[in-house]
């Protein structure tokens, strides 16, 4: 698998996901009618051209999913036994359909699990930019991952 063992994670790495996304009206649309969220900043054209924002605002939610799945790919993909939690998570500057999303990580903390010798837990930040470099999401990520089979 390609994600990383609980013992190849360094604290104070920062890895920069290669993997981008350009979101799209569609993508928006498709997440939050299946989310059933009827908020009309993400679904209704002429509501959201008549908001600060003058057009639709992409559900923050697919912009958290979308910032941890660019992740996954470089950090957990297979060794993760599950996510523990997601704190912090803080969305300054809002994503709208075109812009296109590259996500950093930062590994905070490594710990080895007390009761469980197989596994252990890790505190990533997640940091995703636009296009233009401005920050548009981030959040603390907490996740129970596999040591190396012996």
Excluded: Y
């Amino acid at each position: 698998m390609a994600g990383l063992h609980l013992e190849e994670f360094e604290p104070g790495t920062v890895i920069r996901h290669q993997l981008t996304k350009s979101v799209t009206e569609s993508d928006n649309m498709l997440f939050s009618v299946m989310t059933l969220n009827p908020q009309p900043l993400h679904i209704d054209f002429d509501f959201a051209a008549k908001s600060e924002w003058g057009k639709p605002l992409v559900n923050s939610l697919f912009t958290l999913g979308l910032m941890i799945g660019i992740s996954v790919h470089d950090t957990t993909l297979g060794t993760t036994i599950g996510n523990l939690g997601m704190t912090e998570t803080q969305f300054p500057h809002p994503v709208f359909h075109g812009d296109t999303i590259r996500v950093e990580t930062e590994v905070k903390s490594v710990r080895a699990s007390k009761s469980k010798p197989d596994r252990g837990i890790v505190e990533m930040e997640h940091r995703a930019f636009n296009q233009d470099g401005v920050l548009v999401a981030r959040c603390l990520r907490q996740a129970m991952i596999l040591k190396r089979p012996v």
